[in-house]
């Protein structure tokens, strides 16, 4: 695992105040709006889209035809914040 991706499951936990559920317990490709993952919805998304561009000076474009594909999981929103 990444620094970057345990940074971003630090960041999951907190800013979106997921009492339950620790860092250590998300997985890096486990989908985190599904049902069977952390079942996020879009305000949480906005949330943590602010909280990226902040901590690591991305411009996350809402035009993206990719954007939710970023999101998707830890693992690709790392590889996202690694190509920026």
Not at 27 to 32: G, H, I
């Given at each position: 695992?990444?620094?970057?991706?345990s940074?971003?499951?630090?960041?999951?936990?907190?800013?979106?105040?997921?009492?339950?559920v620790k860092?250590?317990d998300?997985?890096?490709?486990?989908?985190?709006?599904?049902?069977?993952?952390?079942?996020?919805?879009?305000i949480?998304?906005?949330?943590?889209?602010?909280?990226?561009q902040k901590?690591?000076?991305?411009?996350?474009?809402?035009?993206?035809?990719?954007?939710?594909?970023?999101?998707?999981?830890?693992?690709?929103?790392?590889?996202?914040?690694g190509r920026?």
């Amino acid at each position: 695992m990444s620094a970057i991706e345990s940074e971003l499951k630090e960041m999951i936990v907190e800013v979106l105040g997921l009492e339950d559920v620790k860092p250590e317990d998300i997985k890096s490709d486990e989908n985190l709006f599904d049902e069977d993952g952390l079942a996020l919805d879009s305000i949480d998304a906005l949330e943590l889209g602010v909280n990226i561009q902040k901590k690591y000076g991305v411009k996350i474009d809402p035009q993206d035809k990719n954007l939710a594909a970023h999101f998707q999981t830890v693992g690709a929103l790392a590889e996202f914040i690694g190509r920026k």
